[in-house]
């Protein structure tokens, strides 16, 4: 057996900073693109181990993010997440093993690299973003995202830049965001309300577009149209009162055989469990190598940030995005996404967003549409104009109320030009878009 | 009980647990990653190469062997995820893989603690791998021994460099190395043969649009784009002598015309059927012309000339370039996009095509028996092979692999017929072709200096004395430089020369900083790259680097050449 050393010091079994001897090469030299007046050596190694730092997201990139900055020198790192362990994870989350399925991702991910790397100290909870208010984001010097979902990022981007105080620059949180799917993904750095937000960005992520209806109800063409069918018409009209659980395999199965005997009906081949569900869960492939290579990319902005050893993504008027393909050898897209003045999010509050819509939809195919709309991407508005309530989600009443214009079309509710505020509840903001008929 | 559904299979647990990148490289890249025995040859911080083999793992590799001489030691642990407290002093072969074989019980690892020298002395040592990864340092003898390896034994050969904020890998990969299937974006490769149709195609069309004009609202509104398409071509070519619409001229007044002709009078104000056929016409109204790179293939005179112990790739090659050659045409793939239109027309239209496509499959397996015969081929090639490549003709890669660069102290790099793109692309602005050659500079100091002036361990620039080997190293920079511009045979004027020299001999003084350590992150994103193109090259599925990639991790830009 091995002889286990007299105490376990987060620095080396000696005291010194024997174990980040590497690390101090870099701390402790200047190099050709530091600053001159970088503080280097003690002042940039207090700095490193004193940042409180927060990862959101404990999954394929959370689990690389938390490795790689505990072996950055952070030592005082926080992370959040909702979710437990699911076999399909074990592919790539490396904390987690067979054992651990069911548990709190948050949870085991902090004990696991706590335990392996000495001295860093990692503050797991188990729970939603939306939990926690700006007086717990304000603690953090730096926020790095390892999310699968576009609503999750907006919402923590939206807080950050609603924090902002002019008068003081500690409320101001770097935003560093990583996100993948199969051998593609970006790095971002964000620095709210100085530079381009997620929200100036949304565009550069459109959702897939939804398949009509009518489609699924009476011409399906596709494998994935008859499963649709069955996730969406079929399960409504045979089982209405259980609710679906995309886990549960028994629901997946009843769903699979729905939609393979409607597609034998119109002789359409290859419908498959896989990929019933795919299309039901959504699936987006997930890989370890691109894991890696998003998440080691936020790592070391946050590391450069945090330490100043070399120039960082996201200083304003630099580039602050890194697009990575790899599917094709190799191919990194690096640039300055610009801040957009009429973003509802960071722009100024005074200028609408212009909307391009057909003034021939009703409102409720208009509202409809802003989900699917990459510059939107809204799933339950709320809208009114500067006179009237349009639509309202709730409460009841006020939804009854207005229930009646949704058949209506838009030429009839408003002007051309006619500005209009939207709210969701999935965000704490109201987005301002000015309607611009098409015809 | 007719009508029931089969029973279902569900996923099987090991299906469960890769479900996410089966949705990527399928069960036959997965046999591939799963049959592969993986080399690691570890050295310096040893980092880069541990992080590659996690991702390596984590999917599935069947088995994989790290040599490494080195004993943990504390610096390891501020950089190595995979070695605890209680290794100190242990081996670090044997630690890393154990931690690394916790993270997938199906996976097979073992160790070598023996030094990289004597492992390498005993015959044979490289016989059990597929695939070989040398992680920087390594003293150069060893190096050109194992790529001299690699190139008899067609074996795939990875060297990598993770040095502070820059990395580098180059792929040694056999010298005729071809992927079928390179999962083009399926976008932008739909081959409709609008303007080559073929007599059912025109008789399909011809049915679903005779009385277009009189159509009820409802079937005017479900006439599949391609249908549409190809009637407005024939109305085109009555009003053109016969000829298809050419040039982007035309292309686009044909658009109007069948812009125009879409109704306007329904509660829509329009139809998607038409929208579809509009927004066709620009990306497939062009004759399916073969690539460059798929031209270039068919004259390759391992594709005109079969030998006798031809493989498959090159048989059904030969093959589809006789298919060519008599059609002026790829054999068709037969996918139709998704288009609206009624069930039983969609599925009507795509069996046209499906026919078509299994018709030219046929004659080109007849062609591939034929070769067969010919060369007396004792197995014969599967046809799902033959119509793999058939599908996919006009996206296959051939990759030609050859060794990279191995510098050895004091001698001239020779450059070949790469020299004069890299001299070129030097001076180009944000050219990580500077940062390459700091790296072969890297080599060469590491190959002049050892920690113990015995030969033994390689000692890298900075490690005690940054000034001193930064102006070492940056004149054994300039002069490789130079010594490539003058293979070149070019010469670059003033400012350009002295800015290229500024940028090698900052990237120098950056690496130097960094004394020969290991930066975690750029150690984990190096070994997502490096990780990536190995699977690539196992499964034979993706387009793989060639042949040399690097990443900067100051300005987080990845440049590809070719070496």
Not at chain 1, 18 to 42: C, S, V
Not at chain 2, 476 to 489: H, P, T, V, Y
Request: hydrophobic content about 35%; glycine content about 6%.
């Amino acid at each position: 057996m091995d002889e286990a050393p007299a105490a376990s010091l987060p620095n080396g079994s000696d005291g010194q900073r024997t174990r980040w001897k590497y690390l101090d090469n870099i701390l402790n030299r200047l190099g050709p693109f530091t600053d001159p007046d970088w503080e280097h050596g003690e002042a940039a190694i207090e700095g490193l181990s004193r940042a409180k730092i927060l990862v959101i997201g404990a999954g394929g990139l959370g689990c690389e993010i938390l490795k790689s900055l505990a072996l950055s020198g952070f030592q005082d790192i926080h992370v959040i997440d909702m979710d437990t362990i699911d076999v399909s994870n074990l592919n790539r989350q490396f904390l987690f093993r067979q054992a651990d399925v069911g548990k709190y991702k948050a949870e085991v991910a902090a004990n696991f690299v706590e335990k392996r790397v000495k001295g860093a100290k990692i503050t797991p909870y188990c729970g939603k973003i939306q939990d926690k208010d700006e007086e717990y984001y304000m603690q953090f010097a730096i926020i790095v995202c390892g999310l699968d979902s576009i609503e999750a990022r907006r919402w923590i981007n939206a807080t950050l830049v609603g924090m902002v105080d002019e008068q003081n620059p500690d409320s101001m949180k770097p935003l560093i965001d990583g996100g993948t799917e199969g051998f593609k993904g970006q790095a971002r750095v964000i620095f709210p309300t100085m530079t381009s937000c997620i929200e100036c960005q949304l565009d550069m992520h459109a959702p897939r577009a939804a398949v009509p209806l009518c489609t699924l109800a009476t011409i399906p063409r596709q494998p994935q149209h008859c499963i649709e069918w069955a996730h969406i018409i079929a399960w409504e009209e045979e089982r209405k009162d259980i609710t679906l659980d995309n886990d549960d395999p028994e629901h997946i199965t009843w769903l699979y055989q729905k939609a393979l005997k409607r597609a034998q009906e119109f002789n359409i081949p290859g419908v498959t469990y896989s990929m019933t569900q795919g299309v039901v869960k959504n699936i987006i492939p997930a890989i370890a190598s691109t894991n890696a290579i998003v998440a080691a990319s936020c790592c070391n902005e946050a590391f450069k940030l945090a330490t100043n050893t070399n120039p960082f993504l996201g200083f304003p008027e630099t580039d602050n995005y890194m697009m990575y393909t790899g599917d094709e050898s190799i191919y990194t897209y690096t640039f300055q996404h610009m801040k957009k003045s009429d973003c509802p999010v960071c722009g100024d509050d005074s200028i609408a967003r212009p909307l391009q819509i057909d003034s021939n939809f009703t409102l409720q195919e208009f509202l409809d549409s802003l989900a699917e709309r990459p510059e939107s991407q809204l799933k339950k508005p709320t809208i009114r104009t500067e006179e009237k309530s349009l639509y309202y989600q709730f409460p009841p009443d006020l939804r009854q109320q207005t229930q009646p214009n949704l058949s209506k079309k838009i030429y009839e509710l408003v002007e051309n030009g006619e500005e209009v505020a939207i709210t969701d509840p999935a965000f704490p903001l109201q987005f301002k878009y000015k309607l611009i008929f098409k015809d | 009980m007719a009508d029931l559904p089969p029973p279902v299979q569900g996923p099987t647990a090991k299906e469960k647990k890769y479900d996410r990148q089966l949705r990527l490289w399928g069960p036959t890249g997965q046999r591939a990653l799963e049959e592969s025995h993986i080399l690691l040859v570890n050295s310096g911080p040893g980092v880069v190469g541990i992080e590659t083999l996690k991702n390596l793992v984590l999917p599935g590799v069947g088995y994989f062997t790290i040599q490494d001489s080195a004993v943990v030691s504390e610096a390891d642990l501020g950089v190595n995820f995979f070695l605890e407290e209680r290794h100190l002093g242990g081996s670090r072969a044997e630690h890393t893989c154990n931690l690394l074989k916790e993270l997938n019980p199906d996976v097979q690892g073992d160790f070598i603690t023996e030094p990289v020298e004597s492992f390498l002395a005993k015959p044979d040592s490289l016989k059990p791998y597929t695939l070989v990864i040398v992680a920087a340092p390594i003293r150069p003898e060893l190096l050109a021994k194992i790529s001299a390896y690699a190139s008899a034994n067609s074996v795939q050969l990875f060297y990598i460099h993770s040095v502070g904020f820059y990395s580098h890998f180059s792929i040694h990969l056999p010298p005729s190395f071809p992927i079928v299937d390179t999962h083009p974006d399926p976008e932008t490769t739909t081959d409709l043969r609008l303007l080559k149709p073929w007599a059912e195609l025109i008789m399909f069309a011809e049915e679903k649009t005779k009385s277009l004009d009189t159509m009820a609202s409802d079937d005017h509104g479900h006439v599949p784009y391609v249908c549409l398409l190809l009637h407005y071509l024939e109305v085109w070519k009555k009003d053109h002598d016969g000829q298809q619409p050419r040039t982007y001229k035309e292309k686009t007044e044909f658009r109007d015309m069948v812009k125009k002709a879409a109704r306007t009078d329904n509660p829509e104000g329009g139809e998607e059927n038409y929208d579809e056929a509009v927004a066709a016409v620009l990306k497939s109204l062009n004759p399916p012309e073969p690539s460059g790179a798929v031209k270039e293939l068919f004259k390759d005179p391992e594709c005109l000339l079969l030998k006798d112990d031809a493989s498959s790739f090159w048989i059904i090659a030969h093959a589809v370039s006789l298919f060519y050659t008599k059609y002026g045409v790829l054999p068709l793939p037969g996918s139709v996009p998704d288009m609206k239109a009624r069930s039983s027309d969609y599925i009507q239209l795509q069996n046209v095509y499906k026919s078509k496509a299994r018709k030219d499959l046929a004659e080109v397996l007849d062609s591939v028996r034929f070769l067969e015969r010919n060369i007396n081929r004792s197995t014969p090639i599967e046809e799902k092979d033959v119509e793999a490549f058939c599908k996919n003709a006009a996206h296959i890669k051939l990759v030609r692999g050859r060794p990279f660069q191995v510098v050895q102290a004091g001698e001239t790099l020779k450059w070949g017929d790469t020299a004069k793109s890299l001299a070129q692309n030097l001076t180009f602005q944000d050219s990580l072709i500077p940062l390459y050659i700091a790296f072969l500079a890297f080599d060469e100091f590491t190959a002049m200096h050892d920690k113990d002036a015995l030969g033994g361990t390689p000692r890298a620039p900075g490690e005690t004395n940054p000034e001193v080997d930064t102006e070492k190293m940056t004149g054994i920079a300039f002069k490789i430089m130079d010594d490539l511009i003058k293979e070149a045979g070019t010469f670059i004027e003033d400012p350009d020369y002295s800015e290229a020299k500024t940028w090698v001999g900052e990237y120098v003084q950056e690496l130097v900083r960094a004394g020969g350590a290991e930066l975690h992150n750029i150690a984990t994103l190096t070994g997502g790259l490096v990780s990536q193109e190995v699977i690539k090259v196992m499964t034979e599925q993706y387009v793989p680097v060639d042949n040399t990639c690097i990443f900067d991790g100051v300005k987080s830009k990845t440049g590809v050449f070719r070496v």
